[in-house]
């Protein structure tokens, strides 16, 4: 939890970041660059949830992210498996030595939780709307592999002004989403299904980030 959080931009840290988006030359990576910033740093998708997002994912009309239980992976060479479904299920592989590969191959792309298969309103925001809207009109969802979605975030950064590689990750925006809407006041149970913990001793860790939330009770007091 600890080094997550130490990614966690502020907001103007995050603004500075899309500002370097925006610096981008090319029109597609500059558009694909500011979509994934804003959807890991204020919906707080997982970075091989937002590799896999399609648009059959997308719910247009009431504005939502529907992530599924299972999605098939076609993000790696010739329509393989992509490199991060592979790490996962080697990984698995460590833990299951009497299996082989192809025993998980069809189970890939597999929300971490099962508490991760969950609905993502983003209604509340026009630029996401716009990001969201973009990407699937010019992609139908993110085009590329895992490797990709880092690079356009290392190339924001790194003509972001003021900021740097080590300011933030991708891990590092999901945090930065999690402490944006706890400090506007998002619930306890809202924050944990928004972001499909499991423990619920992940969500309270974000309810009171930099006093935020003893501020805001203070000032309806007061």
Known sequence: ???TREKSLSEREFELLLEGAGRIDDPTQRLESRAAILIGGRLGLRPGETTHLSASWI???RQMIRIPEHHACTKGRDGDLCGYCRQAIEQRLRHNPDSEFNDFADLYWLPKTEAAARTVPFH???RVRVAIDLLITEHSGWPYSFSTLQRRLNTALDLAPQLSRNDTSLHG???TAASHHA???L???ALRAMFGWEDITTARQYLNVDGA???RALDNIH
């Open 1 to 3: 939890m600890a080094p």
């Open 59 to 61: 719910d247009q009309e």
């Open 124 to 126: 509340f925001s026009y």
């Open 173 to 175: 925006l999901r945090a």
């Open 183 to 185: 400090s506007r006041g």
């Open 187 to 189: 619930d306890l149970a």
């Open 213 to 215: 939330m003893t501020r």
